[in-house]
């Protein structure tokens, strides 16, 4: 079965400092993998995704996410975290190998960016 | 461009009354269309999916159904609303052709059970 773990319910940074949000996952087959940001009483915007290839996957507003197969993890980065990077971020996966095009999303982690 | 609609923005009804949300697309054909629950402001609970007119699969047992009566419109109805059946609901579509295309959202529907 499919599943998509965020351990972490809230990250706190500050301003200007890296950021990580981590997720871990399991899915039959080939992973594909994305991360969405939702902004407070909005639908979920499109990050970025992994499908084959380069492990670093950049993506937008400054985002990127780092693919370890071994680990089973698709954690995403920033270097210098914004006030306005404050949000809720959703990673999700999909299968190669699972029928249709259900994706699972993770519960989510709430990033607080203190300036 | 793509657009994705959701109607109503907000919804508040009684237990026991019917509900339907729309959502409609714009600008794309032949899109997998989804629908979404978010409880608390926290993770998405898939409720349906679509990937052509008809042809729905239900994620999750519930008092809820979903229909697909044109290519481009999604339909979310009950008959009779539980409590438990509030929340937000959000509305997504994807390009067909590969299981590896991300999925685009639409601006939610908040819906009060009372």
């Known amino acids: 079965a499919q599943s998509v773990a965020q351990p972490e319910d809230q990250v706190n940074v500050a301003e200007g400092n890296p950021l990580t949000v981590k997720c871990t996952y399991s899915?039959?087959?080939?992973?594909?993998l994305f991360w969405y940001v939702q902004y407070p009483n909005r639908g979920l915007q499109f990050l970025l995704k992994y499908i084959t290839g380069d492990n670093l996957v950049k993506g937008s507003y400054g985002f990127e996410a780092e693919f370890n197969k071994s680990q089973t993890s698709f954690h995403l980065k920033k270097p210098s975290a914004l006030v306005s990077d404050s949000a809720l971020y959703f990673c999700?996966?999909?299968?190669?190998?699972?029928?249709?095009?259900?994706?699972?999303f993770g519960a989510g982690t709430r990033l607080f960016v203190k300036a | 461009s793509q657009t994705i609609h959701q109607w109503p923005a907000t919804l508040v009804q009684p237990v026991g009354s019917p509900l339907s949300l729309e959502c409609t697309v714009e600008?794309?054909?032949?899109?997998?269309l989804y629908w979404y629950r978010q409880a608390a402001g926290r993770g998405l609970q898939l409720l349906f999916y679509s990937v052509g007119i008809g042809q729905i699969s239900s994620e999750v047992p519930q008092n809820l159904s979903a229909s697909r009566p044109q290519d481009r419109q999604f339909i979310l109805s009950s008959k009779k609303l539980l409590l438990s059946d509030s929340g937000f609901y959000l509305c997504?579509?994807?390009?067909?052709?590969?299981?590896?295309?991300?999925?685009?959202f639409g601006p939610g529907t908040r819906l009060t059970v009372l």
């Open positions: 999700a996966v999909r299968g190669s190998n699972t029928g249709g095009f259900k994706t699972i």
């Open positions: 600008g794309t054909s032949n899109p997998n």
């Open positions: 997504a579509w994807s390009v067909r052709t590969a299981h590896y295309n991300e999925q685009f």
């Open positions: 899915v039959s087959g080939n992973p594909y």
